[in-house]
Nanobody, 121 residues
């Protein structure tokens, strides 16, 4: 069974850059045919899809976040990383990584437990 674990939690200051790493076990970033996905949920709000990197290395971003977002992977470590620059307090959220079948995230996909990111001065 695929398991995912996010790094963190994190406290970062506005304007700084956030980097989160998802470590995958029980599966492979390159041979398991998943979209390796980042999602976040701000307090009191719904989930927001951030982006994904596929088993083949294709990358997809939420257009609203694309200018500040970078997703990469380290296949030797079986990890993929989210980098979010110029953060503001509105970026405060629980961040999740997930293994999904496509660009639509489903509850029964494989999910990490989530990690708290707080942006505060």
């Amino acid at each position: 069974q695929v398991q995912l674990q996010e790094s963190g939690p994190y406290l970062v200051k506005p304007s700084q850059t956030l980097s989160l790493t998802c470590t995958v076990s029980g599966g492979s970033l390159t041979t398991d045919l998943y979209y390796w996905t980042w999602i976040r949920q701000p307090p009191g709000k719904g989930q927001e899809w951030i982006g994904a990197i596929t088993y083949s290395g294709s990358i997809f971003y939420n257009p609203s976040l694309k200018s500040r977002t970078s997703i990469s992977r380290d296949t030797s470590k079986n990890q993929f990383t989210l980098t979010l620059s110029s953060v503001t307090p509105e970026d405060t959220a629980v961040y999740y990584c997930a293994a999904t079948q496509d660009l639509q995230v489903r509850t029964d996909d494989y999910w990490g437990q989530g990690t708290q990111v707080t942006v505060s001065s």
